[in-house]
C-alpha cells in the first residue's frame, strides 16, 4: 500500500529527452526586492542608473542574514513594478532594461586553479555570501550559512533525485553540465576537507546513470562516486535521501552535518561552482515548462529575471487556449499556484505547470487510511484535518502538524479527492499559536 501511494505517476517523458533550449535575451530583466526568508530591502541603485551584469544592486534583509540582489544582465535601471512571485505573493521587482552588452562587472573574475587550491573554507564560504547563493532545488536557504557548520563532514550528497513529478530541468543540468558538476563537489570536497561524495539519483534515470558511470572513469580516486535511490516520492526530501543512500535515520529536526553529512542540491552545486571559479552570482537558471495545457512542453536555460509570459510563444502557446488555466511554480506536489502567468523567474523557480482547470467534487472522507499510510514523517493526516474542522487546538498540537514536510503525499493519495494537506497547513499555522 504504501508502495503504491508513494509512487507517483511518471509524467517526466514529456520533456525529459529534450535538450534544453537557451534563452538568454529579455528586453527586461527582474529581480525580487523581497520572498518568504526576506521581507525588507534596500537598494544601492536610483532610477536611470547603469548597472552591470552581475553587479549587486540591493540587498534583501531576512531575520538572521541579508540577501545580495544582483543584476542578471547589463542595461538600466528603470524602476519597480508589481510581479507574482514564486510564493503566490504579488510584490515589487527591481526592472533593468537589458542593453544586450553583457557588461560584466569587475567583481567577476575567474580564478586559476593554484588560486582555488588555496581557498580556506571560511575564504570560500565569504565567496558563497557574497554571491548570494541560495539552495536552488527551491529551498532558498543561503548557502553559507550550510558552510559554516563547524562539525567535521566525512561526506556530501549531492542531490540529483528530482523527484517531484513533471519537472526535468536538474536531469537536463545534470546532462548537460556534468564537469561543472564534478567540479563543485571538489570545491565542496576540498572546503570541508571530505573524502568522499555521492551523487544521488533515481535508479530510473537511466541515461544519467550511463553518463555518469563513463564520467567518473575520469576522476578515479576523487572519492566521488554515483548512488542510486529508489523511486519513489519523496525520494529528494533529504531525509530520505540519507537514509536511503547512507542507512542512517536522522532524528526529527536534526542536522544532516550532526551526522557528518551534508548535501546540496545539483543546481547548487553548479552555483558553487560558479561562484568559486569566476566569483559570480546566479544569474542563469534550468526551468521545465510543461503540463497539459502547454502545446510543446520544454526545458530553458534563461536569464534570471526572465518573464514567463515571453517563454510561453517558444512552446507553441497554451493549449485549448479557451480553458482556464492552472499556474503551478515549482512542483505539483509542493510547488505554489499562481493566480496568471505574470511571473518572473527567480534564481529558485524550478519549474512553471500549467494544467487547464479541472473542477473536482470532493467526496466525504471514507477513513480509508491511505493519508496516514503515505505520510512519509507518520503523520496522521485525517485526524489532523478532522481536529481543524472542530477547531480543536489541544487536539491539533498533539498531533504534531508542524512535522509534516507539506509533501502533498496525503492528498494526492486520498480517495475522495479532499485537499488533505491543505488542511494541515491550516494546522500548522493553529499549532504555532
Ligand atoms: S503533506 Fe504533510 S501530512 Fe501530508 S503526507 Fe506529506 S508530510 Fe504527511
Ligand atoms: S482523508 Fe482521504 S485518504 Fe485520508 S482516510 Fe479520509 S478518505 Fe482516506
Not at 564534478?182 to 553518463?211: R, T
Not at 504534531?400 to 507539506?406: A, H, Q, V
Request: proline share 6%; aromatic share 8%.
Amino acid at each position: 500500500m504504501i508502495e503504491k501511494t508513494r509512487h507517483i505517476k511518471d509524467t517526466k517523458k514529456l520533456v525529459g529527452q529534450l535538450p534544453t533550449i537557451r534563452y538568454v535575451e529579455p528586453k527586461y530583466a527582474f529581480c525580487a526586492t523581497t520572498n518568504a526568508r526576506c521581507a525588507k530591502y534596500e537598494l544601492f541603485v536610483k532610477e536611470g542608473d547603469h548597472v552591470n551584469k552581475c553587479q549587486q544592486i540591493g540587498v534583501r534583509n531576512g531575520g538572521f542574514f541579508e540577501q545580495p540582489i544582483h543584476s542578471p544582465c547589463s542595461g538600466t535601471f528603470v524602476g519597480l513594478e508589481k510581479h507574482y512571485h514564486r510564493n503566490g505573493k504579488l510584490i515589487d521587482f527591481i526592472k533593468i532594461e537589458n542593453d544586450f552588452k553583457d557588461t560584466f562587472d569587475p567583481s567577476c573574475k575567474e580564478r586559476t586553479p593554484e588560486e582555488i587550491a588555496k581557498l580556506t573554507k571560511a575564504e570560500m564560504t565569504e565567496i558563497i555570501k557574497k554571491c548570494g547563493l541560495v539552495g536552488l532545488g527551491g529551498s532558498s536557504f543561503p548557502t553559507y550559512i550550510k558552510f559554516q557548520t563547524d562539525k567535521p563532514i566525512n561526506l556530501i550528497l549531492i542531490n540529483g533525485i528530482e523527484c517531484e513529478p513533471y519537472i526535468t530541468s536538474d536531469h537536463r543540468i545534470m546532462l548537460e553540465y556534468p564537469y561543472r558538476i564534478i567540479n563543485g563537489i571538489k570545491y565542496v570536497m576540498q572546503a570541508f576537507n571530505c573524502k568522499k561524495a555521492l551523487i544521488c539519483i533515481k535508479s530510473k534515470y537511466k541515461d544519467i546513470e550511463a553518463a555518469y558511470k563513463e564520467i567518473l572513469k575520469e576522476f578515479e580516486g576523487s572519492g566521488i562516486e554515483l548512488c542510486l535511490v529508489k523511486n519513489y516520492y519523496p525520494q529528494g526530501w533529504e531525509v530520505a535521501m540519507i537514509k536511503e543512500a547512507t542507512g542512517i535515520k536522522l532524528n526529527p529536526g536534526e542536522l544532516p552535518s550532526n551526522r557528518g553529512i551534508i548535501n546540496f542540491n545539483v543546481s547548487t552545486i553548479i552555483g558553487v561552482y560558479k561562484a568559486i571559479k569566476y566569483n559570480m552570482p546566479v544569474v542563469k537558471r534550468n526551468i521545465t515548462i510543461t503540463g497539459d495545457g502547454i502545446t510543446h512542453p520544454h526545458n530553458f536555460r534563461v536569464l534570471v529575471g526572465t518573464p514567463i509570459k515571453e517563454l510561453i510563444p517558444l512552446c507553441g502557446g497554451y493549449k485549448n487556449p479557451e480553458k482556464d488555466k492552472v499556474f503551478i511554480l515549482g512542483g505539483p506536489m509542493m510547488g505554489a499556484s499562481v493566480p496568471s502567468d505574470d511571473c518572473i523567474i527567480t534564481k529558485t523557480v524550478t519549474s512553471i505547470i500549467v494544467f487547464d482547470k479541472a473542477s473536482y467534487k470532493e467526496e466525504p472522507c471514507v477513513r480509508c487510511g491511505s493519508c496516514v499510510l503515505s505520510c512519509p514523517v507518520g503523520l496522521e493526516p485525517v485526524q489532523i484535518m478532522n481536529a481543524v474542522k472542530s477547531l480543536d487546538k489541544e487536539r491539533i498540537k498533539a498531533l504534531n502538524p508542524l512535522k509534516c514536510i507539506e509533501c502533498g503525499l496525503c492528498a494526492y493519495s486520498c480517495t475522495s479527492k479532499i485537499q488533505v494537506t491543505d488542511y494541515i497547513r491550516r494546522a500548522k499555522i493553529f499549532a504555532k499559536l
